[in-house]
């Protein structure tokens, strides 16, 4: 993984000290309560419903186990003793004070971590696949990439008060987008032309929110070494001429959408093509630097299976059924990428506990070269796993809670924290979740029903992806009173769609009743191995919310 | 007097900004004069070594192209701190356009916003007049090293890695 030379320690130092003295300006009254907002924001400084919350970055969503421990240290000392992971490779802090948070900033520089720019109207966080590197259909590992955006994102002095918000996210797979870049502002999909050449794809305008869009294709192949000055001219005209009247209105795909993504790529061009040879572009040294950073660790040659691997699978069904459901795919022979699937009834989605967290980290160093990934479904992977250490590391998953057979199926929920902790939400999430889970709990039923994703998100905002799940609940205020809208049919992983909503919302002891229903049609009407996004673009709406709204007998 | 911090230090400043609805005879000394104004007065600034023109966050620094050898000053206004359409205004000034001049940052200017605008080509600032100014001339120290290319530095930060 990136590892800071003198420069990165510097400039992070320099930010944290940077923000020691905002945050003692503010204190002492130097500072008001709106100029420290955005700066605390910059820093993934909230102030939430309950107490501030505080967002660190985890680039690309990787961490060292020495990072996980420093994170675990750090839920000890300021917090309540758990973190949380969000959908976006970032963890929350929920409980600590603000006088704190230099504190906690200091200790995670030291670690090669920050908090840069994870709030705020700038660019944020760089995602991309959980599984980077190691999955055998990739282009190339995207991961270089993103920590070249990461650079030129960090502090960027033009970018720091865009009109809104600003995400980007690299997917590398040609048949399936692992990052869900149609639904950022800049997606980038890495391709090879004809030549044999690295470049990019670049979709623009996509996003979730209260108007959820699809983004546009650009630019059909952009060179790699014409990455940074692509991307400043896209995020220049959006700087530009982005609405700033109405936060609502502010996000590039409303400027996408109103000037036609035709119109926006000839602004890009042109702006581009002042500066695209300058100073900025790319080099094959920088490139291959940073790319020295991402070399597979030392992988042992080992045979695809065992006899006694496979004597485990026949004997033992708990552990066949784990592998199947919870393991990857890996790229070289004899390795499988684990999830640790952190979602179980009564726990909050992605809170993990200080001690999980020093477990993972365990594990992390004992089998998997000491290194975790962050998933965008709010699991946690251990990537290079030795197939003969499946059975070792399903015993102490199980221990620690982390092991229940359940990734990507129904009750492998994504999440927001809802009513519970967010200030913006109009409805509690976690106990819809809660509610998902205790009614479908029953593993056959649910391996029987097969992938499928439910998504809930507390408000519009929609933290939890709640548009592009195959089930979508999304909490909305109907007179002071918290209520569920159902919507059916998205998809970010394969020709992207945003998802319809069947009809009125339902109360909050509805809902799992409702999915019932909607699940019951499904299973009666598909076909042999049919996904739930494909029935439902089969059969359409109609036989859903027939059933939904029946009247009861 | 007012002050401004120009070129890194703090010094007296005179100048009167004209306000974007200003009519009538010119004052003498010292001038920023809404873009407007400029455009349709241009005639009457041909014998002034001292008047700028300040642009709004919603007007095009692309409007001041044929001018820029002529003008001794250009302020941009920030309306908000939070509206950012200033930073690239400044960086296409200078790094597009070629402008020599003092490009100054007025309206809504202070500390904490310093070193970006800095990086984009500013080298005077009309510090709120309500804060104080030697504090916020410290913020111009800040970072001693940046990753992008910007105006403060040609190269990014790749190209000078050891």
Known sequence: ?553 | MQKLIKDGQIIDDSTVVLDSDFEGTLPSGALLVPLSFFKDNKASFENRSNVGVWIDSHEEPEELIEDLEKLPVIAINFPKFGDGRGYSYARLLRDRFNYKGELRAIGDVLQDQLFYMQRCGFNAFAVRADRDINCALTALTTFSSSYQAACDNPDPLFRRRS
């Open chain 1, 1 to 553: 993984m990136y590892k800071y030379d003198d420069h990165d320690r510097k400039i992070v130092l320099e930010r944290v000290k940077q923000f020691r003295g905002q945050t003692e300006r503010y204190f002492s009254g130097d500072l008001s309560e709106e100029e420290f907002l955005i700066l605390r924001l910059q820093n993934g400084l909230y102030v939430q419903r309950l107490a501030p919350m505080f967002r660190v970055a985890v680039p690309y969503g990787m961490l060292s186990s020495a990072q996980v421990r420093n994170l675990a240290e750090l839920s000890r000392k300021y917090d309540k003793g758990y973190v949380h992971f969000t959908t976006r490779h970032n963890v929350q802090f929920n409980w600590p004070e603000v006088k704190d948070v230099p504190d906690m900033l200091e200790s995670l520089a030291h670690f090669e971590m920050h908090a840069t720019q994870t709030s705020g109207n700038c660019i944020r966080n760089t995602s991309t696949d959980q599984f980077a590197g190691v999955v055998s259909e990739e282009v190339t590992d995207p991961r270089p990439y993103c920590e070249i955006i990461r650079q030129w994102s960090t502090f960027h002095p033009e970018f720091a008060y865009l009109p809104r918000k600003f995400k980007i996210a690299v997917n590398a797979c040609p048949n399936e987008d692992r990052a869900a870049i149609r639904v950022h502002d800049i997606g980038l999909q890495i391709v090879k032309n004809e030549s044999g050449e690295i470049g990019f794809q670049v979709y623009v305008g996509g996003g979730l929110g209260r108007t959820p869009l699809i983004g546009s294709l650009i630019k059909e192949f952009l060179p790699e070494k014409d990455l940074l000055t692509y991307l400043e001219a896209i995020v220049r005209v959006y700087n530009r001429y982005g609405r700033r009247d109405n936060k609502f209105k502010a996000r590039i795909k409303i400027l996408v959408k109103a000037l036609t993504p035709e119109v926006y790529a000839e602004k890009v061009e042109e702006e581009w093509n002042h500066f695209k040879d300058g100073s900025s572009k790319l080099t094959t040294d920088e490139i291959n630097r940073i790319k020295d950073f991402f070399v597979p660790p030392a992988y042992e040659e080992l045979d695809s299976s065992s006899a006694e691997f496979e004597a485990l699978l026949a004997s033992n069904e708990a552990f066949a059924n784990w592998v199947k459901r919870n393991t990857t795919q890996h790229k070289v022979t004899g390795y499988s990428a684990v999830t640790l699937t952190l979602k179980k009834a009564g726990v909050p989605t992605g809170n993990v506990s200080d001690a999980q967290l020093e477990a993972i980290a365990d594990l992390a160093d004992e089998y998997s070269f000491g290194e975790v990934r962050v998933a965008h479904d709010q699991n946690v992977a251990l990537v290079d796993i030795k197939k003969s250490d499946l059975f070792a590391i399903w015993q102490k998953a199980m221990e620690l809670g982390f092991a229940t057979p359940n990734l990507n199926m129904l009750t492998d929920m994504i999440c927001c924290p809802g009513g519970d902790y967010c200030a913006l939400a109009n409805a509690k999430s976690i106990p819809v979740a809660e509610q998902i889970q205790n009614r479908f709990d029953d593993l056959d039923y649910l391996y029987d029903l097969g992938e499928i994703e439910l998504n809930i998100s507390g408000c519009m905002n929609a933290c939890g992806h709640h548009h592009v799940g195959d089930i979508g609940v999304l909490g909305v205020d109907k007179k002071g009173a918290e209520f569920y809208q159902i919507s059916l049919g998205g998809s970010s992983v394969k020709s992207a769609s945003i998802g319809k909503i069947i009809g009125p919302s339902f109360a909050q002891d509805q809902v799992a009743d409702v999915v019932q229903k909607i699940l019951n049609v499904y299973t009666e009407n598909r076909t042999e191995g049919e996904l739930f996004i494909n029935t439902f673009r089969r059969i359409g709406m109609a036989p859903f919310k027939e059933r939904v709204y029946a009247k009861a007998n």
